[in-house]
């Protein structure tokens, strides 16, 4: 560790030092979370949990996050029928509360997919059609339901349910808690890690799961979904998901792969070299935001019974 590297590491153990509660020491604990420097985190991350355990004590609460559009759709693409869909949903809800016994239940949502994202690439989920009245009047109707039964159902303006899970998230790491997401979505998988899990259909998949399915670590997902490809953003054309893991389990990260492109055939340099302008943009639509502004009241649990 060299001098400046050293400096700020002292200066955030001070500023990490200073916390009076749980709720000034998350956002230092999340930056920390966050750094793309394994230096800063290795050297941090030690003494954030240290406060932590200052304010909260050893327990490790757990949170279960339901990606409720991504169960909405597959429901009533089944039954087309609200009542069943919103049964369904509550059913299922109950079943995992259960199982899981989270202190605390968050239901994503979003009202409309991407604004923001579209902001950035005009093309993000163009080709997705618009979604249908029944599927956004059932969403209000189980909101309603989640009310009554006091479990939070968020949805931040021009942002998606996956950042609002990702963000919710990352503030349970930060508080040393535990996290079941329920979804099928593979976009998850970038932020499963120590302590989060996804779920779907039965099945729990954590990190050792994610290298099992697609090959590569949680950390490489966002990249192998630039190359790969998804929601009309920008690709490699013509490069696959095994090609894709491949590639990365050897050089890291499209940059690792953008470097040793010389290797590749003539039509694989192309496709690199074509998506390399695009690379930017299409990480930035790929990587789930983990750092919205919630409001949300971590002592009201939720009463299902």
């Known amino acids: 560790m060299n001098d400046w590297q050293a400096q700020t590491v002292a200066q955030a153990q001070a500023d990490i030092d200073k916390t009076k509660s749980i709720e000034e020491l998350e956002p230092i604990g999340t930056d920390i979370l966050l750094s793309s420097q394994p230096w800063y985190r290795q050297a941090c991350w030690p003494v954030v949990v240290r406060k932590r355990k200052e304010?909260?004590?050893?327990?490790?609460?757990?949170?279960l996050i339901v990606d409720a559009m991504n169960w909405i759709r597959a429901d009533f693409s089944q039954s087309q029928d609200m009542g069943q869909a919103q049964d369904s949903f509550m059913r299922r809800v109950r079943m995992l509360e259960k199982k899981v016994q989270?202190?605390?239940?968050?239901i994503a949502s979003d009202e409309r997919d991407g604004l923001i994202r579209k902001d950035i690439c005009p093309e993000y989920k163009k080709s997705r059609n618009d979604r249908p009245q029944e599927i956004t009047n059932i969403a209000r109707v189980i909101a309603a339901s989640c009310e009554f039964y006091q479990v939070p159902w968020i949805q931040i303006d021009?942002?998606?349910a996956d950042d609002v899970a990702?963000?919710?998230t990352t503030r349970c790491i930060v508080r040393g808690g535990q996290v079941v997401v329920c979804t099928s979505d593979k976009d998850y998988y970038q932020i499963i890690c120590r302590g989060v899990v996804a779920w779907s259909k039965g099945e729990y998949t954590n990190a050792e799961g994610v290298e099992e399915k697609v090959g590569i670590k949680p950390n490489q997902i966002v990249d192998y979904l630039c190359l790969t490809g998804k929601d009309d953003v920008p690709s490699a054309v013509?490069?696959?998901?095994?090609t894709a893991a491949q590639w990365l389990k050897e050089h890291?990260?499209?940059?690792?792969?953008?470097?040793h492109r010389h290797s590749l055939t003539e039509k694989k340099r192309e496709a690199v070299e074509q998506f390399a302008p695009h690379y930017w943009v299409a990480r930035t639509c790929h990587t789930l935001n983990r750092r919205l502004e919630i409001d949300f009241d971590w002592s009201v649990t939720p009463v299902l019974d």
Not at 238 to 242: A, D, L, M, W
Not at 252 to 259: E, N, T, V
């Open 55 to 63: 304010f909260l004590g050893e327990d490790k609460p757990k949170m």
């Open 102 to 106: 989270p202190r605390w239940i968050v």
């Open 158 to 160: 021009g942002h998606e």
């Open 166 to 168: 990702a963000t919710m």
């Open 238 to 242: 013509g490069i696959g998901p095994q």
């Open 252 to 259: 890291g990260d499209f940059i690792g792969i953008y470097d």
